[in-house]
C-alpha cells in the first residue's frame, strides 16, 4: 500500500528541504571561527548554556537544528533555514520575502536570528528575567541560522528552491546547484588544498581573518542603528553573491568544474569567515555584563 498523501507529501518536503544547509563542515567551521573570538564573558556564559553533550564546544552543536528538523515536533522549524525572495531578483527585503510556505510572517532565516536574539538579549540584557524561554536552544538555534544566511543560496530565488532545483555535474557527480554550495565547494577544498583536515581550512581562513581582511572584520561587524545583529544586511549581501557568483554560469545540466570551484571557492571562505565573525560579535554583546551593569545603573 502506498503512503497515504500526508505522508508522500512530507516526504517530498524533505526531499526538497533536505539539502538547505550549510553541510557540516559548514556549520562546525563558521561556530569554531567564532569561538575564536568570543571575549571571556561569553564564552564563560556559552559553556553554561551548551547542553552537556557538547562537551564545552560551541561547534559541536551547531548543525544540530539541521539534525532534528525532521523530527515531527521540530517540523515548524523547517522554513527557518533560508529566505527566498522572487524569481531573478538580486535584492531581499524582509516584509517582501520573510514568509514560510504557508505564507506565515516572519518564519525565515531572518526572522529567525530577530527571535533568538530578542530571546537572549531579553534574557542577559533586558528587564524581564520572567520570561521562560529555552536559552540553551536559543543559543543553538541562534549559532546555526547565523551560519545559513550566510551561505548564497540560502537567500536564493523561490522558484529554484535556492538552486535546489538547478541539476548540475559537479566534475563526474550529479547533484544540485544549492548542495555545490552547501557541501561541494567546501568539501573538494577540503581534500584537495587542506590533505582531507577540515580543521587545516577553517586554520587558513583564521590566518586571513588576522592578515589579509584584518581591515574589513570592524566593517563586517558593523550594525546600523548600533543593533546587536542585522540579518537584513547579511541576506541582502547573500542574494547578491547568489546572482554574481552562484547562478552564474550554473545553468541546469552543467557540469561545474575547476573554473567554477577555484573561483567561487574565495567567496565561500569569506562568508565562512563572516559568518563566523558576526556570530561572536552578537554574542559578545549579549553576554557582555558591562553593558548589563551600565544599563541598569542608570
Ligand atoms: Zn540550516
Known amino acids: 500500500m502506498g503512503l497515504p498523501w500526508i505522508g508522500r507529501l512530507l516526504l517530498f518536503m524533505q526531499l526538497v528541504h533536505g539539502v538547505f544547509c550549510w553541510g557540516k563542515y559548514g556549520h562546525y567551521a563558521v561556530c569554531k571561527i567564532a569561538e575564536g573570538h568570543l571575549s571571556e564573558d561569553a564564552m564563560g556564559t556559552v559553556k553554561k548554556l551548551l547542553p552537556n553533550w557538547a562537551k564545552g564546544e560551541l561547534a559541536s552543536v551547531c548543525s544540530w537544528p539541521d539534525d532534528i528538523k525532521w523530527n515531527y515536533n521540530w517540523h ?11 524569481n531573478f531578483k538580486c535584492n531581499y527585503k524582509y516584509y517582501r520575502d520573510c514568509y514560510d510556505s504557508a505564507g506565515h510572517k516572519n518564519k525565515c532565516v531572518t526572522g529567525a536570528i530577530f527571535n533568538y536574539t530578542k530571546q537572549l538579549f531579553s534574557a542577559y540584557q533586558g528587564y524581564n528575567p520572567r520570561l521562560k524561554y529555552n536559552l540553551t536552544e536559543a543559543l543553538m538555534f541562534l549559532a546555526h541560522y547565523m551560519a545559513d544566511v550566510h551561505q548564497p543560496l540560502h537567500v536564493g530565488f523561490t522558484g529554484d528552491l535556492g538552486g535546489t532545483g538547478i541539476k548540475v555535474g559537479w566534475y563526474r557527480r550529479k547533484t544540485n546547484l544549492h548542495h555545490v554550495w552547501d557541501t561541494m565547494i567546501i568539501d573538494t577544498a577540503v581534500k584537495t588544498f587542506y590533505g582531507s583536515d577540515l580543521s587545516s581550512m577553517i586554520q587558513a581562513i583564521q590566518r586571513n581573518i588576522t592578515d589579509a581582511w584584518s581591515q574589513d572584520k570592524s566593517s563586517w561587524e ?10 537584513n544586511l547579511y541576506a541582502s549581501e547573500s542574494v547578491r553573491l547568489a546572482c554574481k557568483f552562484a547562478y552564474r554560469n550554473a545553468t541546469p545540466g552543467t557540469t561545474l568544474q575547476d573554473d567554477y570551484f577555484l573561483s567561487r571557492l574565495p567567496v565561500v571562505e569569506k562568508r565562512l569567515a563572516q559568518g563566523g565573525i558576526r556570530l561572536a560579535k552578537v554574542l559578545n554583546q549579549l553576554f557582555s555584563f558591562q553593558v548589563k551593569i551600565g544599563r541598569s545603573s542608570r
Open 76 to 86: 515548524w522549524t523547517s522554513s527557518l533555514h533560508y529566505v527566498g525572495t522572487p
Open 222 to 231: 558593523y550594525c546600523i542603528h548600533d543593533n546587536t545583529v542585522c540579518p
